[in-house]
């Protein structure tokens, strides 16, 4: 981590609702597969973009396809998702819902299905061991991979979030925006949400050509989705919508907002003119998160204090935030109700 937040962010309880299981992995943790895997010869500088370092975000797709070397067995899922848990925990997070694409490895015979029941047994296990934090999962489809692979990765999420009552509340749609187009995998995405699974689309993540993107943000806003990741370029100034943003605020979708991500990322030039200013001015629920707090070196109390003095936010609004977000979880009634008390008997030790 570059710098360590102050202590009311740290004491915070807060809400993680967009973190990328493989690119949450911490330095502790890279450190335990790179001496696991010698042989690939990899090296901290190819898996962590540093302060002060940028990366154009086809640059971190690469950066997650070297972490993708290194987390190719069960034991390595185990592993990381169990630090990734703790190391949340250890932040303050007290509900987190981590989201991951599930892959098979020929050469360790890992398979997608393996992939889910670890992440799971890791979460489960952490919840044994008395970890204090709420665990569940959203299952990940990488849009470079086309129609078939997502709709077979729905039938899998649906079957888990069948069976596992209530850890697997979602889908996710993530990867790299300028691969495929979002209208190829609308049936797939039908599906999951005719099947109660909730959807967590990465949204207008990226300017490129322009009307092939605002067609895409508008069709997969007309599912309606249930959260939004990213959405930087929704909104006219960025070079989206009206429009778009009336759905946005219309259907009340919340944006999971990410800031070192998209500075690091370049999606965004800097924390001033990030679109966190837009929608929190309009009032409309914005969840801050860390997206992927291994890659860009980062933790969640340090992007509230980021949020916070860019935008001039005192404790009591950063309190505010942090209380909106478990409305946007996609968790049940009866876990928002007990995450709500929780945050009331932490509220007179925390703002003081
Ligand atoms: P995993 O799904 O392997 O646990 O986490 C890494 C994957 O998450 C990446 O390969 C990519 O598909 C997705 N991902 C992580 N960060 C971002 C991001 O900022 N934008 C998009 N679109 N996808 C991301």
């Not at 981590?1 to 493989?22: G, S």
């Not at 509340?169 to 495929?180: E, H, I, N, R, Y």
């Amino acid at each position: 981590m570059d710098t360590k937040a102050d202590i009311f962010y740290r004491e915070l309880p807060k809400v993680e609702l967009h973190a990328h299981l493989n690119g949450s992995v911490s330095f502790k943790t890279m450190e335990k597969l790179i001496s696991r895997k010698p042989h690939l010869n990899i090296e901290h500088s190819m898996t962590a973009i540093r302060s002060g370092q940028q990366r154009t975000l086809e640059e971190c797709f690469q950066v997650f396809k070297v972490v993708h070397q290194l987390v190719n067995t069960e034991e390595d899922i185990l592993m990381v998702a169990k630090d990734v848990i703790n190391e949340f925990a250890e932040d303050g997070v007290k509900y987190l819902e981590l989201r991951s694409t599930p892959r098979e490895e020929t050469k360790t015979g890992l398979t997608k299905r393996r992939y889910i029941e670890t992440v799971l047994e890791a979460i489960r296990q952490c919840q044994n061991e008395g970890v204090d934090i709420d665990v569940r999962f959203l299952v990940a489809v990488d849009r470079r991979n086309g129609s078939d692979v997502a709709m077979e990765t729905v039938k899998l999420a649906e079957e888990f979030m069948l069976s596992t009552d209530g850890l697997v509340v979602g889908l996710d749609l993530s990867g790299d925006p300028t691969v495929g187009h979002g209208r190829d995998l609308l049936p797939a995405l039908h599906r999951a949400k005719s099947s109660g699974l909730k959807l967590a689309l990465h949204l207008s993540e990226k300017l490129f050509q322009v009307p092939s993107q605002l067609e895409e943000s508008e069709l997969l806003l007309s599912l309606p989705p249930d959260r939004i990741g990213h959405g930087t370029f929704l909104h006219p100034n960025m070079g989206g919508a009206q429009r778009l943003v009336d759905q946005v605020v219309k259907h009340n979708i919340p944006l999971e907002l990410c800031l070192t991500s998209n500075i690091k990322g370049q999606t965004v030039s800097c924390y001033s003119k990030h679109h966190f200013q837009y929608w929190y001015q309009l009032g409309h629920p914005s969840v801050i998160c860390t997206d992927d707090k291994g890659v860009f070196c980062t933790d969640l109390s340090q992007e509230y204090q980021l949020a916070a003095s860019t935008f001039g936010l005192s404790h009591e609004d950063v309190w505010k935030l942090s209380v909106q977000a478990v409305d946007c979880t996609f968790a049940p009634d009866h876990v928002k109700h007990r995450l709500k008390r929780r945050w009331e008997d932490f509220k007179p030790h925390v703002l003081r």
